[in-house]
C-alpha cells in the first residue's frame, strides 16, 4: 500500500494550526501500526518561506513545468534528509522568504496551493512512483483530488482519492480564477450547488472516493444546516462515503511526567505535585494562590467560533464565587480588546495574555483546574484531550469532538469533564458554577482528573482507523477496476 499525503502544513517544518498536528503526527502513526503489512507513506508539503529562513538538511530532486495560462511555472522539488517518514518539500516563485504561510489574498493563496497541489502530482509521475491513495487534506490541496478526476490520465486509474475536511467553513473563496488559470474549470456537470462548483474545498469533496470529518460528531454535524456551510444536502446524499475519525495527540510532545515545560512533572499516581504548577504560575502573575479558587484556563484563538464572547458573558456573573482564569492566545482584534477589557474590569480574577506562546501553554495546561473550551462549533480540537492528559479538567460545549471525548455523565466518578448543550452564557454560567462547587469535593475531582487521564488519545487509535479506510478504497477501486476491464 502507498499512501501520499498532501498537506499545507506540517510539524517539525511549520504549524500555524491543528493541520500541522495532524499532519506532522498521523503519518508517523500509520507507518507504525503498518507493520504487519507492506505500507509506505510520503508527504508532500509546501516549502514555506518560514521554512526556508531554518531549513532542514535537503536533496534536491527536480524541477518540474507545471501547466499554467498563459505560460507554465516551474516547480522545484527537495527531499528532506534523516526524517523516518519521506517528506517532500515544493517550492516555486511565489514561496519566497516574505510570503506567510496563509495571507488575506485570497487569490494569490489560491494560486500558491492549486500550484502547490498540481506539483504534487507532476511529481509522482516524473519518479515513477504511483500512489494507491492520495490523500488531500482541506482545501489548500483538494485541487489535487479533482485534477485527478478530470485528466482521469492511465497513470492515477487506480489510485484512490480521499480528503479529510478538518474544517468545512474554510471552502477556498477566491480561488476559482486560480483554478482556472491551471485548466481547472468549474465542474458545471456535478450534483455541486451552483455557487460551490468553482471553489477547491467543494471540488475535492465532489471528486474523492472517500470523505474523513475530524471526528464522528462533526460527521453528522457538517450534514445539517448548522454546520454544513451550505453544502449539507450534498454531503448528505454521500454519507455513506463519510467517515468520522478523530485526532490524535503526540504524547512524546504532550505528557507532564517528561514535559520539559513544567516547574513540576507528574503522573496520574502523583497528582499531588501538579500543586506546584499552578502555585508557580499564579506567582509569576502576581496572584496569591489558594487551595480554595480553581484555576480556569483557555489556550485558544480568539475567534468567534471558539465563543470567547460566551466565556466573558459568563465570568462577569461568576463574581459571587471564589475562581481565577488565565486567558491565552491571539486573533480578532475586537475580541482581543473584549478580553483586555474584561481584565480591567476584574484584574485579581482574570488575566489576559495575548500572544502565541507554546511554552506557556504547555505550563497552563498543567496549573489549570479547569480548561474551557465554549466554541461554537468544533470539528475536533486538541485542548481538551492535552486538559485531560495533564488532569485538567474540561468544560466544553457538546459539539463535534468535544462532545466525543468528554464523558459527562453527571456523575464525577464516572465522568471526565463537563458539558453544556447550546452556546448561550446562561448554560455556560451554570456548568462553571457547578465545576466550582464540586471542586471543593477533593475526592470527587480526583476521580474527575484520574478518569481524564486514563483516556487513550493516542495517534494509533486513529491511525488504525485511516488505514482501514485505506483498504476500503483500494478494495473498492481495484474492484472497479476490474469491472471496467470485463466490460471493455
Known amino acids: 500500500m502507498k499512501v501520499f499525503y498532501l498537506a499545507a502544513e506540517a510539524e517539525p517544518y511549520i504549524k500555524v494550526g491543528g493541520l500541522g498536528d495532524v499532519a506532522g503526527s498521523l503519518p508517523r502513526a500509520l507507518q507504525e501500526v503498518a507493520t504487519e503489512q507492506d505500507f509506505e507513506i510520503r508527504v508532500a508539503i509546501p516549502f514555506h518561506g518560514a521554512i526556508q529562513q531554518q531549513p532542514p538538511p535537503l536533496k534536491f530532486l527536480t524541477t518540474l513545468q507545471i501547466p499554467h495560462y498563459p505560460q507554465p511555472w516551474q516547480a522545484q522539488v527537495y527531499e528532506v534528509e534523516h526524517h523516518p517518514v519521506r517528506t517532500y518539500l515544493i517550492s516555486g516563485h511565489l514561496f519566497t522568504p516574505d510570503v506567510p504561510v496563509y495571507s488575506s489574498d485570497t487569490r ?19 519518479i515513477n512512483w504511483t500512489p494507491d491513495v492520495v490523500h488531500a487534506n482541506d482545501w489548500h490541496t483538494a485541487p489535487a483530488l479533482y485534477a485527478m478526476l478530470r485528466q482521469q490520465e492511465d497513470f492515477f486509474r487506480h489510485t484512490a482519492k480521499v480528503i479529510t475536511i478538518h474544517n468545512l467553513p474554510y471552502l477556498g473563496h477566491g480561488a476559482a480564477e486560480a483554478l482556472t488559470e491551471f485548466g481547472l474549470p468549474p465542474a458545471l456537470d456535478s450534483p455541486l450547488p451552483g455557487w460551490a462548483q468553482h ?40 454519507k455513506t462515503e463519510i467517515t468520522g475519525i478523530l485526532n490524535g495527540l503526540d504524547l512524546n510532545i504532550w505528557n507532564p511526567s517528561t514535559d520539559p515545560y513544567l516547574h513540576q512533572k507528574y503522573h496520574r499516581n502523583r497528582l499531588d505535585k501538579k500543586a506546584a504548577n499552578k502555585q508557580n504560575l499564579l506567582e ?57 477589557q474584561l481584565q480591567l474590569e476584574i484584574p485579581d480574577r482574570l488575566r489576559a495574555i495575548l500572544r502565541y506562546d507554546p511554552s506557556l501553554s504547555h505550563r497552563l495546561y498543567a496549573a489549570a483546574d479547569l480548561l ?90 486513529s491511525a488504525k482507523e485511516y488505514l482501514n479506510v485505506y483498504q476500503q478504497v483500494i478494495q473498492v477501486k481495484r474492484s472497479d477496476s476490474v469491472s471496467e476491464g470485463v466490460h471493455v
Not at 471540488?203 to 448548522?226: C, F, N
Not at 488565565?326 to 482581543?336: D, M, Q, R
Open 284 to 340: 509569576e502573575l502576581g496572584w496569591e494562590a489558594t487551595a480554595e479558587s480553581p484555576l480556569i484556563g483557555m489556550v485558544t484563538r480568539l475567534d468567534y467560533q471558539k465563543g470567547i464572547d460566551i466565556a466573558i458573558s459568563s465570568f462577569r456573573k461568576l463574581k459571587d464565587l471564589a475562581w481565577q482564569a488565565v486567558i491565552l492566545g491571539t486573533g480578532n482584534p475586537a475580541i482581543e480588546q473584549a478580553v483586555y
Open 199 to 238: 471553489l477547491p474545498l467543494p471540488l475535492g469533496i465532489y471528486a474523492a472516493d472517500r470523505i474523513i470529518a475530524v471526528s464522528p460528531t462533526y460527521a453528522q454535524e457538517i450534514q445539517t444546516t448548522d454546520f454544513g456551510a451550505g453544502l449539507e444536502e450534498y454531503l448528505s446524499s454521500r
Open 372 to 461: 474551557l473550551i465554549p466554541s461554537r462549533y468544533e470539528p475536533c480540537g486538541l485542548a481538551q484531550m492535552i486538559a485531560m492528559r495533564y488532569g485538567t479538567v474540561p468544560i466544553g460545549r457538546a459539539t463535534g469532538g468535544l462532545r466525543d471525548t468528554i464523558l459527562d455523565t453527571g456523575n464525577p466518578y464516572t465522568s471526565t469533564g463537563f458539558l453544556f448543550q447550546n452556546p448561550q452564557s446562561e448554560e455556560l454560567e451554570a456548568t462553571l458554577r457547578k465545576a466550582i462547587q464540586l471542586y471543593a469535593n477533593r475526592r470527587a475531582w480526583r476521580a474527575l482528573q484520574r478518569n481524564g487521564m486514563s483516556q487513550d488519545f493516542s495517534w494509533s487509535r
Open 108 to 126: 494569490f493563496d489560491g494560486l500558491k496551493f492549486t500550484f502547490f497541489s498540481l506539483a504534487c502530482l507532476e511529481f509522482v509521475q516524473a
